[in-house]
């Protein structure tokens, strides 16, 4: 008899099981939101803040704010 197929019962779930009342959280270190899934933090990210980022023309600095942006261009055209 072949019985190797019946032992190799490997759960194809692969989810976490340790559902005990508390949802795990990731926040989001750039702006505080909170999501429970760490995929949907990573597409947070990804989407909106990696998305949105504000290069300056002189340097080529990047930042995450617009006005971030401008109050750094300032000190490029200084007079
Ligand atoms: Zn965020
Ligand atoms: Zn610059």
């Known amino acids: 008899m072949l019985r190797s197929e019946l032992n190799s019962s490997t ?6 099981q340790s559902y005990t009342g508390q949802s795990p959280q990731h926040r989001c ?3 505080g939101k909170v999501f429970t ?10 989407t909106i803040h990696s998305a949105t980022r504000f ?3 002189y340097c080529q600095k990047s930042f ?3 006005h971030h942006l ?3 261009i300032i000190t ?3 007079f």
């Open 55 to 57: 290069q300056c023309q």
């Open 29 to 31: 270190d750039e702006c």
């Open 64 to 66: 995450k704010r617009k």
């Open 11 to 16: 759960n194809k779930d692969g989810g976490y």
């Open 76 to 78: 490029h055209v200084q």
């Open 37 to 46: 899934a760490k995929g949907n933090l990573k597409l947070h990210q990804n």
């Open 70 to 72: 401008q109050s750094h």
